[in-house]
């Protein structure tokens, strides 16, 4: 099942949703244009590499420069292929309009940027010698379902059930839609600590870890006028 859309109305502009979506758009086509060697190095530098904070003589042997953990923010804007632009991308334009206009501008970004740094820190902290770098929206994008889950628990997430590409169109509560979200995600992070160390070529921890500070956070976050 696909989700489409949601129901729940919005009543501003998400000026930051679509400007973060833009970037996300941007950097990845520019960086499918570069030689490949290049884009390698650019993701290598601005990915988070747990192992380049874990094993500083490691990070220096490989080159490495002094980051100051400045790739906890930038690889949120990096992605490592269509699918993982498409979904995150997806994921933010039903979700994300409502969190920022419940929020307002400047609070959402910093809402925003806040969960996915707190999401790559705890994907750190289960794999930390990892040497592959971690990239992608999706800890921030938990963060903001994190949000949502309580913000808008009984609006209606719009599916598309692709059985033979018939259009076949199901509703169900956001909170029902988000809650089996959260359970695959446990499963899977269990199943990776249990038989393979915690790691995954997916950052389930990163999504867990962006799901819960998101759910425990956002009230602080909250325009006056939307007292919680």
């Known amino acids: ?5 949601d129901t729940a109305p919005c009543e501003t502009r998400a000026y930051v949703t679509w400007t973060l979506m833009a970037i996300c758009i941007a950097l990845f086509i520019t960086l499918e244009l570069v030689p490949e060697k290049l884009h390698h190095y650019f993701v290598s530098l601005y990915g988070m590499v ?3 904070y874990t094993n500083p003589s490691w990070a220096i042997a490989m080159g490495y420069p002094q980051d100051y953990f400045l790739s906890f923010v930038t690889n949120l804007f990096l992605h490592g ?3 993982h632009l498409i979904i995150n991308m997806w994921f933010l ?17 910093v809402f ?21 770098p971690v990239i992608g929206a999706s800890g921030a994008i938990a963060g903001v379902l994190g949000a949502y889950f309580f913000l808008y628990p009984y609006a209606k ?6 059985l033979f590409l018939l259009p076949i169109f199901i509703e169900i509560p ?6 089996v979200w959260v359970i695959w995600q446990m499963q899977k ?3 990776a600590l249990m038989f393979n160390g915690g790691a995954s070529n997916i950052a389930l921890w990163a999504h867990l870890g962006g799901f819960v500070v998101g759910m425990l956070i956002f009230r602080f976050f909250l325009r006056k006028e939307y007292p919680e």
């Open 1 to 5: 099942m696909i989700p489409i859309r």
């Open 50 to 52: 747990p192992a380049r």
């Open 81 to 83: 292929g269509w699918w």
């Open 93 to 109: 334009w039903i979700f994300a309009d409502n969190v920022e206009g419940r929020m307002g501008h400047g609070r959402f970004i």
């Open 112 to 132: 925003y940027l806040l969960c996915g740094v707190a999401a790559t820190a705890i994907q750190w902290a289960y794999t930390p010698q990892l040497v592959f």
């Open 157 to 162: 997430i719009v599916l598309w059930v692709p």
């Open 174 to 179: 956001a909170i029902a839609f988000i809650g």
């Open 189 to 191: 992070a269990t199943t």
